[in-house]
């Protein structure tokens, strides 16, 4: 009968063979050898023994370590992957709203809706520096207002209209980000009110996975309200000038949430938060608050000092995964202004001559 030689990496696991040894050769029945070509049908499934001595200097197989990648977030299966730049990073929203502040007079608060568009694009693209701009309307008290100085009535609806227009560095793997945004303000309370404001940020990307940084805003003007009475009351209203730091998540699953706190110019302390989460492929929903606490040295007895914003809503992208749109560098640093970041400060409430 012929010898057959087996391959050594046919050595079966339970078997040790210690350097020098040698192993029996296997025999075969000639009448099992296949001939060239023959394929045998039945496998073979035990491993065979080594024929011969083992040699010393064989080298231990090396099992190269498994990396793993950092999570990505790839638009591969996002239908519209190829639409155009400009439809991108553009969010249409709408939702609920309440807030309450200075300018209110007192008592009052206000409760309604609101709608509005915000599109970033790349501005400098060599740079890395992008745009936005924005633009969100409220409109609130459709049974009137509630304020004390109310005895010739307010009795319309309270509309307001924001617009955003910046430029900013977004890091999307790590790094530092900034921006700089301006903010218009129209209100229609009592008389028609335009304010207008800076924002900035600055913070640090660790990893893609969290921020700190610093956010502020800067009143740029102001304006002079007048009630319709009979005695033609006049107060001054500019916006807060606030400093604030903060520390933003980005969940796993997409979207992003942020903490922040700080003082305001006037020296009261004011704190807030925002959160986005993805609903599904191309919808989020967004939630956010402020409360800006009235110093103990103002009267508070009627909450005129005190300034609160809340709002909920939903964000439809039309042409991005919602758990994508902030790994975009492209994608709008700054919401839109609302009243939870475009604070008012009051003056004194005077008589016109």
């Not at 998540?249 to 700080?262: C, E, I, K, P, S």
């Not at 103002?298 to 994508?324: C, F, H, K, M, Q």
């Amino acid at each position: 009968m012929p010898a057959v030689e087996v391959a050594p990496v046919q050595l079966p696991l339970n078997q040790a063979v210690t350097p020098g040894s040698t192993v029996t050769t296997i025999t075969v029945p000639e009448a099992s050898i296949l001939a060239p070509g023959e394929i045998s049908p039945e496998p073979i499934f035990e491993p065979l023994p080594i024929v011969g001595e083992v040699p010393l200097d064989v080298a231990p197989i090396e099992m190269s370590p498994i990396v793993v990648a950092p999570e990505v977030y790839l638009d591969t299966e996002d239908p519209d992957a190829n639409s155009p730049v400009w439809l991108r990073n553009l969010s249409l929203n709408a939702g609920i709203q309440g807030f309450h502040g200075p300018g209110d007079l007192g008592r009052a608060a206000n409760f309604g809706f609101h709608e509005g568009a915000n599109w970033g694009f790349p501005l400098l693209p060599f740079w890395d520096i992008a745009g936005q701009l924005g633009v969100l309307g409220v409109h609130s008290n459709f049974s009137g207002n509630q304020s004390r100085f109310d005895p010739d009535g307010f009795h319309s609806a309270r509309d307001q209209l924001f617009v955003t227009a910046g430029f900013f560095t977004r890091a999307v793997n790590g790094g530092w980000q900034s921006g700089s945004a301006f903010d218009y303000f129209h209100d229609s309370a009592y008389s028609n009110t335009d304010l207008t404001q800076a924002r900035v940020e600055l913070a640090y990307n660790f990893y893609g996975r969290f921020e700190m940084g610093f956010w502020g805003a800067y009143g740029a003007n102001s304006d002079t309200v007048t009630f319709t009475l009979a005695q033609r009351l006049i107060t001054k209203v500019e916006p807060t000038d606030l400093y604030a730091l903060f520390y933003r998540h980005h969940f796993t699953g997409g979207g992003q949430g942020r903490l922040w706190g700080g003082m305001t110019g006037d020296g009261a302390a004011v704190f807030g938060g925002e959160a986005t989460v993805p609903l599904g492929t191309h919808w989020s929903i967004h939630n956010n608050f402020t409360y800006r606490v009235a110093k103990s040295s103002e009267p508070v007895t009627d909450g005129s000092d005190e300034s609160w914003a809340v709002s909920i809503g939903l964000i439809w992208y039309p042409a991005r995964l919602s758990r994508n749109v902030y790994r975009d560098p492209n994608h709008p640093l700054f919401d839109v202004a609302d009243n939870s970041v475009f604070l008012i400060n009051r003056g004194p409430t005077t008589t016109s001559p």
